[in-house]
Every structure is written in C-alpha cells, then in structure tokens.
C-alpha cells in the first residue's frame, strides 16, 4: 500500500507516469475504470478545485465519492495520540481510519495548519495521523505541501513548454490581506526542482523563506536533476529570462501565529504584484496560480486576461492528474 502525502516520496519517472496518464485521460475522459471505488474525502477547510475535481473525476471513470466534513455534516473528529476527549470532538482518527478503510478504497483529508506554531504545523500531525491508522491509501488534498497542484503545475508547464529541463522557472511571493499556507511555494519549488528546471524563489524580505526543509530538499532535487535552485530578493533579477512565472503569497515563518506583527512587515511589499511591466522582463513567461486569486492585488487584470495566463488551464488539470492517480493508487494502473 502507497500513499500520495509528498512528491518527495515519489521518483521523477513515477511522477512522469502520472501525467503521461493524465494526457491521455484528457481525451478518454469517461470510462468504466473505477466502477465500484470509492474515495472518501475529509475535507477540515474550504474547497472548490480541490473537491469539484475529484468528485468529477471519479464519476466519469465510474466510482462514487463522499465527502465529510467534520464538526459540520461528520462528527469531529481528535487527531492527538492519547488525548483526554472531553471537548468537541466526538470520536478520535484511530477509528474513523478503520471504519473508512473498511467502507472505502482511498481516503483524501485537507488540513490545513493552524497558524499558531510552525514548529508544532511543519510536523504534518493531522496527515500523519491519518496515514499512521489507515488501511488504504491516503491523499494529501493539501496540508503543509499540496501534491496534487504539483501534479497539475507540471502537467500544465509539459503542456506548453514540453520538456521543463533547463527551463527558468520564478515562483514569487505576492502580497496578500492576511498570511497564508507556505503549501503551495513549498510544492512549486520541490516540482520545479524536481523536473530539471533552473528554479528560482523571489522573495521580498529574508524573513519570507521557506522552511529549511523545503529549501534544502530543493537543493538536492535539483542537483539530481540537473537544474538550479537560488533564492532572491531582487524583482529584476527574479523575472529576468523567466520562461515561466509562479505566483503565490504566504507567511513569514519568524512570525508565524502572530499576524498583526506580520502585517506590519509585509505592507511595504504591495509593490510585488505581478503586472505587464514585470512580465516585460520574461523571456515570453507563461503565468500561472494554483487559485483563488485576488485580482489586482496578486496579479492585475491584465495578467490575469492575457493570452500568457494559463491559471485555468492549470485548474482544470487538475481534474486529469488526480484521475490518473487515483487509477494508480487504487489499482487501475496508469
């Protein structure tokens, strides 16, 4: 039994597999290949790609899947090992686990950190929880990494750029209202890395890096692959000759959990929005986001409505991709 919670598990040629599938699933899109699979997915936050696409996907290859969502239409449900259940939560992960393994085929769970202790949040409790009872595979539907939006940034960058090696890929912060999840930089540095590409992380301040985890792991990939990994602060260096531009805001990790202080650090940086003038720096860069998007406060309308936004493009491959893995987590092969 395998699970999908990082790529990081995963080889470059296992990964490549999937969205050669994925391709291929594009133009068969209805089969019976699933029938009489289910998925369940536990969703703890908000979702529209997310669950639209696999509640899709699995119907059109003939499987069924049920969403919860625990504390609203499910019981909520304790993660912590040798908890004292006297609060809200009715029952614990150790038994929703089995009982779900015992009724379905493949369990999805969103989670996502909870923004007080990135020391306690980079830990992945709640995944590894579920992973540590379950008996069929897991899906990371997004916690610390989203591993399913690599999925689709690839597929998506293979789309219309063909063989990412060599290619400059620039995955830069943008300012946002509040702080959010570093899950989907962290993904985009580890794909790009991944596959060969000269990545490199536009970040405002030094207090914007990832975790070192993330940057180190980066490193390495790319050393195996053949690519680049750097880290800038400078917005002209970062766009310059990039073949493809990744946009994405999240929190300061030094002051993570303290949101006021954070906002006072990054006000000054609203300078980053990616607009036509940056993009005039590219070597003709496709733009892209894993969405939602603020307008005109990540990206300004004429990014967003220019023929080199292939944000949908993405969206929609994520229905393809987690088609593909479903088939090769739940046996149908890919």
Known sequence: MRHFVSTVDWTRSELQGILDSAHRLRSAPVSRALEGKTIALLFLNPSLRTRTSFETGIFQMGGHAVVLEPGKGAWGI?????????????????????VLSRYTDLIGLRAFPLFQDWEVDREDRVLSALTRYAEVPVVNMETIVHPCQELAFMRTIQDHLGAPDGRKLLVTW????????TAVANSGILMGTR?????TLLIPDEAYHLDPYYLETAKRQA?????????????????????????????????????????RLREPFRHFIVDEEKMSLTRGAHFSHCLPLR?????TDGVMDSPACVAVDEAENRLHVQKALMLELMGGGS
């Open 174 to 181: 943008t300012w946002h209202p509040r702080p959010l999840n």
């Open 295 to 299: 307008r005109n406060v990540k990206a």
């Open 78 to 98: 304790e993660f912590k090992e040798g908890a004292v259940m006297d609060g809200e939560e009715e029952e614990h992960i150790a038994e929703v686990a089995r």
């Open 223 to 263: 050393k195996e692959s053949g690519g680049d990994f750097s880290v800038t602060t400078d917005l002209e260096e970062g766009y310059r000759d990039a073949d493809w531009v990744y946009a994405k805001s999240w929190g300061a990790l030094p002051l993570y959990g303290r949101p006021d202080e954070e906002a």
């Open 195 to 199: 596959f060969g590409m000269q990545v």
